[in-house]
């Protein structure tokens, strides 16, 4: 199972950080740390593939973006960077063209992609169709923009 | 700001995110966040009711604020009022506040229960799906009580939408990992077992996350699952590429679905129903038949999903270690990918191939590989990937190839990286031992090992040396002979010392019948490393010399001096001086039967498992070896230990007491150590008693008698930044000498003439409070005779948050140029801490400025030219070459900056006079800045060489 994921950028910007263990908060600022740290320092063309602690860490770079996560010990590692990329694409489907700012302005939807891929550290759908199809359904049911344009901006 | 492609927008949450990263720095992103919370804060008080728009845009801007990694201790009450709206949008947003921010406050989980049974009961599958997805999120105790009844139902139910199911599955997996006792199968076993069956992929994909983590808790009640794993597994092998439409992922069909499947089979033994293990055997044998197949696709996407089932193949294959046939084509499968070009592949191959070495059906078949393995060791770029290959040769080796590996991992051992030294200390002296032939091959392998990385050899890898050393007396002359040699070194490490003295103390005398190693030869050359060693070895050493006289009369006088000098017997360390006093008196008035009884060689030890091996155990992974699991491992040796009078190398104690011959030297003995031998009760502090008792106390601390050293009493090395931290103050005295994330050292110091004063305040930084907390301040070699240093003692408790201060006291009696190390020690939690730092004690502290005039300076300018009273640096700029900054650190030097006295005014000329007790030494500095090419030449004079040098040395760091 997975216990976490985290997105941030080159210059170690935390943009998605995602917890599938309950962790205090001290120990999540560690990990962010120490996962920025050692993933930020690795040479171009290294492995995708670190140990840490009794953790496996995949990471990988997607344009400005690090998705990087932590595995358990007989998880399999190759299928996790499909994870990652999945997930990229899925991003990509919804945002049409996904870059970083899309990530930080929308944040709470990449959350809810993320849901309905990943729950609790598993894998719950890979059809990407199937995915794209319930997100789809979700914004459906959202108002109409102009109920909400009618609101007051703030 | 992007447009948002899709749905809503909360334009007043873009604007906000807008101005957070528009914030030029910190301070301004802070004060832009205040004043969001006080807005927030103001609409959800004020009196006037906000719609669900609103509370929906301003819990999302406190969620954003929150992710920034800010606190947020308001608006938990909102996010679950909108729980219960009807829009989904605030529902969705209510739910993920709560998923990421939820703290177990009793009164909201119980409003938020209520909202999520709710949802679970609307028949909705999207509600439905936010309401599993926040169990799982929180996965709290209180939620597996109030829902672990429910979820089974949902999971199982006829009408339940393919959506749900699959939440369900995994939120009941999330709920049977938190609270295993509440989550309770029972009657739905069978029909969650059957969902391996289901015609939606995405059920199956769920529920077997669900099955897998069942089964290996309760494997015989879901064994069922083996038969449809192995068909459901058959099936999608065999399909082809398009048959799975939407669950082929790049070519390759349902990868995520094959390799949970291969993983679920590895819960169970082989199945025993023939058709179904031929089926299986049949599904891997067309696993293995695709990897030779060419790729249907170019992408990485293609080949990294073929692997990953490849490779959980082949896991299962080494799982069963029943199939030679499959086994050998799994290692040879491996073996091409040890030269794949994709990096990945080749630290997967040798990951897996690790172990796959530790079947007997496949050893041999690995061990084929053993160049390529040594060659990724020597040629990888990658340090993860070395690492890999250094395990992989670690689990290959066996008796025919352990000379081959030994060596390159030694030769390795010169050049790999910090982070992984110690471990392969470890694992080359383990496969030393473990297959070492002849002794000799040993014991120069550990010797090696010591030159090559001293710093990385604990103490279990020495003493186990010294302990087979005397359990085989066919080794016991080569071992004499190669560590005299070794100890020939001008330089040798510390460690090399410490064996090179216990192994000549036993056996020196043979070889004490060549006259190049005769007894005064070996006692000089032990003695000449004497003076650089640290207490515990300078204690072992002591030992050793008075096995000398025992083993060789004819050094008695010689040490018997030594022992009565007054660095000896006058020795500031209790400990040192409390035997050289002992051992005088041992060497004087004992006769030679006594002492020869009482310093007889030391009897073979007890056969236990290397100590060594259980360190590496404990080592979890590669890069986990923190200060503390170290700590760890040495404690249960080193804590019994507290009695202090036992100390590094006590050969002759253990001698006498394991011969248990209640002799009356056992008696003298005891005099000298603080715990009796034989009568006392096992308490703290009693260490032998412990160790020769076979309660097993010390199972895995093997030597943890035998020199009982000084194991966690030792003073930890100097920490590798202790240097930096000492520039840092040359030319100031107040600041934070130390920090990390439990402690930190603030320090004040001033000076007057040649005394000091020191204040360190150490505050405890945790919630957390410390115990033992101990400080020794100690001038290593030389330093001795050129500081005196007092320190005051410390309190021993510091309460969490709290700060406790020490009072040093320094005098400076000649110049010098080490600094005084300050060791701490301090248990937090249970675990002890160690380091070790350099106290910012530099020799510039005992300046006078001394004022003159141009002429009168540049007149002893010349006074002092003679080479040796000149020291000059040249170096490159590393900070700005700003006139101010210059000047004020010049003046925190303690020199008199003197204006007007260099022709060019660029320059900067200083004089001081250094205050020792034995001496003033007079100094004059010319500093030329050299703006255009960025570099300094300074330059130095001084009535000594030395203190020209030192202030050389400090001063060119500092620009």
């Excluded at chain 2, 009711?49 to 606190?71: E, P, Q, R, T």
């Excluded at chain 2, 009796?676 to 309660?695: I, T, Y």
């Excluded at chain 2, 249970?830 to 730092?837: E, F, K």
Aim: glycine share 6%.
């Amino acid at each position: 199972m997975m216990h976490f994921l985290l997105l941030f950028s080159r210059q170690g910007k935390l943009r998605l950080q995602k917890w599938f263990l309950p962790l205090p908060e001290r120990d999540r600022k560690k990990i962010v740390k120490d996962m920025t740290t050692m993933v930020l320092a690795r040479k171009p063309r290294t492995c995708n593939f670190m140990h840490w602690k009794d953790l496996k860490i995949v990471y990988k770079r997607y344009a400005s973006l690090y998705f990087c996560c932590g595995l358990e010990n007989q998880d399999n590692e190759l299928l996790a960077l499909e994870i990652l990329h999945r997930y990229v694409e899925l991003l990509d489907k919804y945002f049409g063209n996904v870059c970083e700012l899309d990530i930080i302005f929308n944040f709470e939807k990449a959350y809810f992609i993320l849901d309905e891929f990943l729950m609790g550290g598993e894998i719950q759908e890979t059809s990407k169709q199937s995915i794209a199809k319930s997100i789809e359904a979700s914004d459906m049911l959202q108002e109409t923009m102009e109920e909400y344009m009618s609101k007051p901006a703030f | 700001m992007p447009a948002v492609s899709k749905g809503d927008g909360m334009r007043g949450l873009a604007v906000f995110i807008s101005d957070i990263r528009n914030c030029k720095s910190k301070e301004a992103e802070i004060k832009r966040i205040n004043k969001e919370l006080a807005n927030i804060r103001s609409k959800f008080k004020g009196d006037k009711a906000l719609d669900g728009y609103s509370k929906k845009k301003y819990v999302c801007k406190l969620l954003f604020i929150f992710l920034l990694g800010h606190d947020i201790d308001f608006g938990h009450m909102e996010a679950v009022n909108l729980l219960s709206s009807n829009k989904y949008t605030e529902k969705q947003i209510g739910y993920l506040f709560i998923s990421v921010l939820v703290n177990s406050n009793s009164e909201l989980i119980r409003l938020i229960n209520n909202a999520i049974k709710n949802d679970l009961s609307s028949r909705n599958p999207t509600f439905m799906c936010l309401a599993l997805h926040c169990i799982a999120n929180v996965g709290s105790r209180e939620m597996a009580e109030a829902f672990a009844g429910e979820i089974p139902r949902i999971l199982v139910a006829g009408d339940t939408m393919d959506s749900v199911k699959q939440s369900a599955a995994l939120c009941l997996l999330r709920l049977y990992k938190t609270s295993p006792d509440l989550v309770l199968m029972g009657e739905w076993t069978s029909r969650v077992v059957h969902l391996l069956n289901d015609q939606h992929m995405g059920v199956v994909t769920a529920a077997i996350s669900l099955i897998t983590c069942l089964s290996q808790k309760n494997p015989d009640e879901f064994k069922t699952c083996v038969s449809l794993a192995v068909s459901r597994l058959s099936r999608i092998v065999s399909s082809a590429s398009t048959d799975l439409q939407d669950y082929t992922y790049y070519f390759v069909p349902a990868p995520w679905l094959s390799c949970k499947l291969l993983r679920l089979l590895q819960c169970y033994p082989p199945p025993e129903d023939g058709a179904v293990k031929g089926r299986l055997v049949e599904c891997l044998e067309t696993i293995l038949n695709k990897a030779q197949e060419p790729p249907k696709s170019k992408k990485v996407q293609h080949s990294n999903a073929k692997n990953a089932i490849l490779f959980e193949a082949i896991s299962l294959i080494i799982h069963y270690d029943s199939e030679p046939n499959l086994l050998v084509r799994a290692c040879n499968q491996l073996g091409q990918f040890l030269q794949h070009r994709e990096t990945n592949l080749r630290y997967l191959a040798l990951e897996s191939m690790c172990t796959l070495a530790s079947s007997e059906f496949s050893h041999e078949a690995v061990k084929t590989h053993i160049e390529t393995v040594i060659n990724a060791l020597k040629t990888e770029r990658d340090v993860s990937v070395r690492q890999r290959a250094a395990d992989l040769l670690y689990a290959m080796c066996d008796r025919s190839n352990a000379k081959q590996i030994v060596a390159e991992m030694l030769s390795y051992l010169e050049t790999a990286d910090y982070s992984i030294r110690e471990e392969m200390v470890l694992k080359v002296a383990i496969l030393a031992e473990k297959y070492a032939v002849d002794y000799s091959w040993y014991v120069d392998t550990i010797l090696n090992l010591i030159r090559i990385a001293g710093d990385y050899v604990s103490e279990e890898v020495w003493y186990r040396v010294i302990q087979i050393v005397i359990n085989r007396d066919d080794v016991q002359g080569y071992a004499a002979k190669t560590v005299f040699e070794a100890l020939q070194a001008p330089a040798c490490h510390e460690n090399m010392v410490k064996v090179g003295g216990y192994i000549l103390g036993e056996f020196g005398n043979l070889i004490a019948g060549d006259p190049r190693s005769s007894p005064l030869v070996q006692f000089n050359l032990l003695h000449s490393k004497f003076h650089l060693c640290s207490v515990p070895t300078r204690a072992l050493l002591l030992s050793a010399y008075i096995k000398f006289i025992n083993l060789f009369p004819e050094t008695k006088s010689t040490i018997q001096e030594v022992l009565r000098s007054d660095s000896q017997i006058r020795n500031s360390d209790v400990e040192l001086q409390q035997r050289a006093v002992e051992y005088l008196k041992l060497s004087s008035i004992a006769s030679t039967d006594v002492l020869a009884t009482v310093l007889e060689e030391m009897p073979p030890f007890p056969e236990r498992e290397s100590s060594i091996l259980a360190k590496l155990k404990k080592k979890k992974g590669p890069g986990a070896v923190s200060v503390n699991e170290l700590e760890e491992g040495k404690r249960e040796g080193g804590e019994l230990n507290g009695g202090g009078g036992e100390r590094g190398g006590d050969n002759s104690t253990i001698a006498a007491s394991n011969a248990s011959t209640p002799s009356p030297s056992a008696d003298l003995l005891g005099l000298r150590t603080g715990p009796q031998v034989s009568a006392a009760p096992p308490s703290a502090g009693s260490l032998l008693v412990d160790v020769f008792s076979e309660a097993g106390v010390n199972d895995d601390g093997f030597l943890s008698s035998a020199p009982p050293s000084a194991v966690s009493e030792d003073a930890a090395p100097p920490l590798p930044e202790s240097n930096e931290l000492l520039n840092k103050f040359v030319c100031k005295n107040n600041g934070v000498l130390f920090e990390n994330q439990l402690l930190q050292i603030g320090i004040k110091s001033e000076y007057r003439q040649n005394l000091g004063r020191m204040y360190l305040f150490y505050g405890n930084k945790t919630s957390v409070q410390f115990v033992t907390f101990t400080t020794t301040v100690s001038c290593p070699g030389e330093l001795q005779s050129q500081l005196n240093v007092q320190a005051k003692p410390v309190e021993p408790l510091i309460e969490g948050g709290a700060q406790v201060q020490q009072v040093i006291n320094i005098e400076c009696l000649g110049d010098f140029c080490e600094a005084p190390l300050l060791n701490i020690k301090f248990r937090y939690g249970g675990a002890l801490q160690n380091l070790s730092l350099k106290l910012p004690v530099t020799i510039n502290k005992f300046f006078q400025p001394t004022e003159m005039a141009s002429h009168d300076f540049f007149q002893r300018w010349k006074q002092l030219s003679q080479p040796q009273q000149e020291a000059q640096k040249i170096f490159k700029a590393s900070h700005a070459m700003d006139t101010e900054v210059i000047k004020a650190k010049l003046l925190g030097l303690g020199m008199a900056l003197l204006e007007n006295v260099d022709p060019n005014p660029e320059n900067f000329v200083c004089a001081g006079v250094i205050q020792t007790k034995a001496q003033q030494v007079g100094s004059l500095l010319r500093l030329e800045p050299n703006a255009q090419a960025q570099m300094y030449r300074l330059t130095l004079r001084s009535s000594k060489d030395t203190v020209s040098k030192r202030l050389c040395e400090l001063l060119a760091e500092q620009f």
